[in-house]
């Protein structure tokens, strides 16, 4: 099970960089939604309630979210 997450953990982590041909919004929020996803992995992995497919689903969209919100705050600045 940790080898997964490892595993998941590092494809998030790896997909970002194939962020150079979009635009800041879409970049923002790939990004965070990789980011999400890796730390719901690991906390699906670690906690007892929850498995690591759900975890990295909710994380992925917190974290995408967060990427737009952070996006438009940077819009506007």
Do not use: P, Y
């Not at 992995?45 to 498995?51: E, I, P, R, T, V």
């Amino acid at each position: 099970m940790r080898r997964a997450a490892l595993a998941l953990s590092l494809c998030a982590a790896l997909s970002t960089g194939a962020c150079s041909g979009m635009n800041h919004t879409e970049q923002r929020v790939l990004s965070g939604a990789a980011i999400g996803a890796a730390v719901g992995t690991g906390i699906g992995a670690l906690s007892g309630g929850l498995d690591m497919g759900t975890g990295a689903l909710i994380g992925a969209g917190v974290g995408a979210a967060g990427g737009l919100v952070v996006d438009q705050v940077q819009k506007k600045k």
